[in-house]
């Protein structure tokens, strides 16, 4: 009898060994896994337990069969042989016990695990921490936040925490740093993310401003104070008027001040004169051209060669046409070069009268020594004579001097 029951016991041990052996092995693979910082639920910790040694530990406990590799009977041991992952319902430990029967553990016949203490399992390996992974966060840095359209603001992405993936004003970028240039005032906006979630943060406003326009060269207008018929001599004024900016003004090529732009000339000939407004944008050029009256516009001018005999001889009526001529200086010659002048000077050269406009008209009794021969020609240099000669009214003014000197240039 007694020997009947050894072999009953080797028999069960030997059943028990096949049944704990090959298969759950070798479906099994179990990887080793460092997991002690986790802790589970330790009521549910110690329900799951009593499930783990009802199924498993007539296999997976120190000192049997498999226990030696597999050990299950402290949950550190079960996660460091890779059949425990913290939180995770598709752990080995559970899909085991849900397996077909072909490879459910424990093996057949052994009883199946029931529906409410795999349950219980589940809920403790969900118990176990599961670490926290945190959106990222991020600020959105502009270099400068008042730019004139046209230019460029440099975006830069700083961010905090693990960012897996990162938008820029909407567009995926790999480079925290970006550059835009914008047409108008903008936010821009980013968005960085990673598994725990994602993020956004802003850029300050960028305010964009319209460039001023670029300054224009000023423009002028140059008027004389008289434009035509000027008494060749007589004094006009030119003025200047402007628009825009301007800083100095010239007329003439002579400096004129900002609150005076004025210049008084006194033209000999007809010309043209210039002006020239200056300023931020430039140069403005202006104009004015002016006349003078005509004087002696010979309309017959005759060249006499005379040859004196031996009296002395007059040439007379030697013709000037000057219809429209107005010198004012030549009254001053008539006080002695006339009939009723100085006799001497009038025997020289004497003026025969003015026409109604003062236009001298006529020359006469032209004195020439006896047996001289000359060359004349009308009129000789009269404003010469006049600087140095001394009439009976007081001396003769530049003004008049000039009238002369027009005169001759004709």
Request: glycine share 6%; with cysteine; charged share 15%.
């Amino acid at each position: 009898m007694k020997i009947l029951i050894q072999l009953a016991v080797i028999s069960a041990l030997l059943f028990a060994y096949n049944n704990c052996t090959g298969q759950f092995q070798s479906y099994h693979e179990g990887v080793q896994k460092d997991l002690s910082s986790t802790t589970g639920d330790p009521v549910l910790e110690t329900d799951a337990q009593k499930v783990i040694a009802k199924y498993c530990y007539s296999c997976h406990a120190n000192g049997a069969a498999l226990g030696g590799v597999y050990g299950f009977e402290d949950y550190l041991n079960i996660e460091s042989q890779g059949f425990l992952i913290r939180g995770d319902l598709s752990s080995r430990l559970i899909t085991s016990m849900e397996d077909t029967d072909a490879n459910r553990m424990p093996e057949p016949p052994a009883a199946r695990v029931t529906p409410q203490e795999i349950q219980v399992v589940k809920d403790w390996v969900l118990s176990f921490s599961v670490p926290i992974i945190n959106p990222p966060t991020c600020q959105l840095l502009a270099d400068k936040t008042n730019i004139l359209v046209g230019d460029t603001v440099t975006l830069t992405l700083v961010t905090n925490g693990q960012v897996d993936s990162a938008m820029i004003a909407g567009v995926p970028v790999s480079n925290t740093i970006v550059q835009k240039t914008p047409s108008s005032d903008i936010t821009y906006s980013a968005q960085v993310t990673n598994s725990g979630g994602s993020n956004t943060c802003q850029s300050p406003k960028i305010v964009v401003s319209t460039p001023p326009p670029s300054p224009t060269a000023p423009t002028c207008q140059l008027q004389a104070s008289l434009k035509s018929n000027i008494i060749p001599g007589d004094p006009i004024t030119l003025t200047v008027s402007y628009t825009g900016s301007v800083s100095t003004i010239k007329i003439n090529n002579q400096s004129v001040t900002m609150a005076n732009p004025k210049l008084t000339v006194s033209p000999l000939n007809g010309t043209t004169y210039d002006a020239v407004v200056s300023g931020t944008g430039g140069n403005g050029v202006c104009s004015v051209s002016v006349t003078t009256k005509p004087t002696a516009q010979l309309t017959k001018y005759e060249f006499y060669r005379a040859k004196i005999g031996p009296s002395n001889q007059s040439v007379d009526d030697m013709l000037i046409s000057c219809p429209t001529c107005n010198p004012a200086a030549y009254p001053r010659c008539i006080e002695c070069h006339s009939s009723g002048g100085d006799p001497k000077a009038d025997n020289i050269l004497s003026f025969q009268k003015l026409d109604p406009l003062g236009n001298f008209n006529r020359l006469k009794n032209i004195k020439i020594p006896n047996g001289t021969t000359m060359n004349l020609t009308i009129p000789s240099k009269l404003s010469a004579h006049a600087s140095g000669h001394k009439p009976k009214s007081p001396p003769y003014s530049t003004q008049e001097i000039n009238h002369l000197k027009a005169f001759e240039n004709h």
